[in-house]
């Protein structure tokens, strides 16, 4: 009974979170405002620490965060993740190769040694010092996907490398984030060089095998007329195949969301291209405002004081700042253009799982203090309600400027 109890609840916070994130979204898209942001404010509202921790079901609290709930958040990003590389064939990828590496690499390395330096120099510990500039580090690329793919801006050069470099981006995070949790697990703070190095060559390495396998498998097995004659047949192995791969990356030491990014990539060079977006763009009607509704609901603002704010306003700061240099600056040698190299640093800003697993992971390992996880969380939440605003603005700003030429 206690399990049936638990499932009900489940059920019933998904409820919630998907019936508020569509009605914001309503509200946000009469407003003209981005109806991600709508979204991800449902979430902050009906999430467990404001209006949803009412105790409304069996004297708990209406909706729930536990492990299935998050789990089904993370199933929405593989989703949107797979839309996203349906956008881009594996021969425009690849062309925009040092470019999305470059921009990727530095939207890493900028953050991380910015946010360490600053706050070594204001006196925290060194592991705290790490993971606040580890959760600096990764792009939560489905917040710009869904304000670009709502204003038509998917297929332009900026989009197309926001979607590369955030991989690259997400990939070298995942490498970043699995050497300092080491590191914080088991107290050593002077790791080897080498061994950071060939974690990274890896993982790298790792995406690189599993793009070419997608791309040489995936074509194959979806182009057998004689095979998949029943209806819906194409539709159902192409989900298995996504949601398989992002298993096996998750398995080798990889980000989830890249399986499907690569799977997604290796279907946008095949002319089943449009059955399948035909299909998949219904499942992102209800993915998607679920998984920033998730995101959303993870904002817990109770333990704000002013030591927070001041810690906060320093890293989101940080977090602003080093993505526009890191990231904008590199783009402008590729763009030549610096109204599009400011929207791909723009659009690099949010910031999202990464930050939200490094606060995890300092609380239960006893090395962040309440305030610096706090100030992590604002700075999740923060970048992530900036950028769809100002991506949005920026694009306004363009459409306007070409209509009164």
């Given at each position: 009974m206690a399990a049936e109890s638990v499932f009900i609840h489940v059920i019933?916070?998904?409820?919630?979170?998907?019936?508020?994130?569509?009605?914001?979204?309503?509200?946000?898209?009469?407003?003209?405002?981005?109806?991600?942001?709508?979204?991800?404010?449902?979430?902050?509202?009906v999430g467990p620490y404001a209006l949803g921790g009412l105790p409304l079901f069996d004297g708990g609290p209406l909706v729930v965060l536990d492990e299935t709930v998050k789990h089904i958040g993370e199933l929405s990003a593989i989703v949107i993740l797979f839309v996203a590389g349906?956008?881009?064939?594996?021969?425009?990828?690849?062309?925009?190769?040092?470019?999305?590496?470059?921009?990727?690499?530095?939207?890493?390395?900028?953050?991380f040694f910015v946010g360490f330096a600053v706050f070594s120099i204001y006196g925290l510990g060194a592991f705290e010092t790490l993971l606040i500039a580890t959760a600096l580090t990764a792009t939560s690329i489905a917040i710009s996907i869904q304000v670009l793919t709502e204003l038509g801006k998917m297929q332009s050069k900026e989009a197309r490398l926001i979607l590369g470099a955030a991989i690259v981006d997400d990939i070298l995070a995942i490498a970043v984030l699995?050497?300092?949790?080491?590191?914080?697990?088991?107290?050593?703070?002077t790791p080897d060089i080498m061994e950071i190095t060939f974690l990274i060559l890896k993982i790298l390495g790792l995406f690189a095998v599993l793009l070419m396998v997608a791309i040489f498998l995936v074509p194959r097995i979806?182009?057998?007329?004689?095979?998949?004659?029943s209806k819906g047949s194409i539709e159902g192995i192409t989900t298995a195949i996504f949601f398989g791969t992002a298993g096996i990356a998750a398995y080798v030491g990889l980000s989830p969301i890249v399986g499907a990014f690569a799977v997604g990539m290796a279907i946008a060079s095949t002319k089943?291209?449009?059955?399948?977006?035909?299909?998949?763009?219904?499942?992102?009607?209800?993915?998607?405002?679920?998984?920033?509704?998730?995101?959303?609901?993870?904002?817990?603002?109770?333990?704000?004081?002013?030591?927070?704010?001041?810690?906060?306003?320093?890293?989101?700061a940080i977090a602003i700042s080093t993505k526009l240099l890191?990231?904008?600056?590199?783009?402008?040698?590729f763009l030549k253009d610096r109204a599009k190299s400011m929207r791909v640093g723009i659009g690099m800003i949010?910031?999202?799982?990464?930050?939200?697993?490094?606060?995890?992971?300092?609380?239960?390992?006893?090395a962040l203090s309440t305030d610096i996880y706090t100030a992590i969380i604002i700075m999740v939440a923060l970048t992530t309600i900036i950028t769809p605003i100002w991506l949005k603005k920026v694009y306004q700003k363009e459409n306007h400027t070409a209509s009164t030429k």
């Open positions: 019933i916070s998904l409820s919630v979170l998907l019936f508020t994130a569509k009605l914001f979204a309503e509200i946000f898209q009469r407003l003209k405002m981005p109806v991600v942001l709508g979204e991800l404010l449902a979430g902050i509202i349906l956008e881009i064939t594996p021969r425009e990828f690849l062309r925009g190769g040092a470019a999305s590496f470059t921009v990727g690499a530095l939207g890493v390395i900028v953050p699995s050497v300092v949790v080491t590191m914080v697990q088991s107290g050593n703070i979806l182009h057998r007329e004689k095979l998949w004659r089943l291209i449009k059955q399948v977006e035909e299909y998949v763009h219904k499942l992102q009607f209800i993915f998607a405002p679920l998984f920033f509704a998730i995101i959303g609901a993870q904002v817990d603002l109770r333990g704000i004081n002013l030591n927070v704010l001041f810690i906060a306003g320093i890293v989101v890191g990231c904008g600056l590199p783009s402008l040698i949010s910031r999202g799982e990464v930050g939200l697993i490094v606060a995890g992971v300092g609380v239960t390992t006893g």
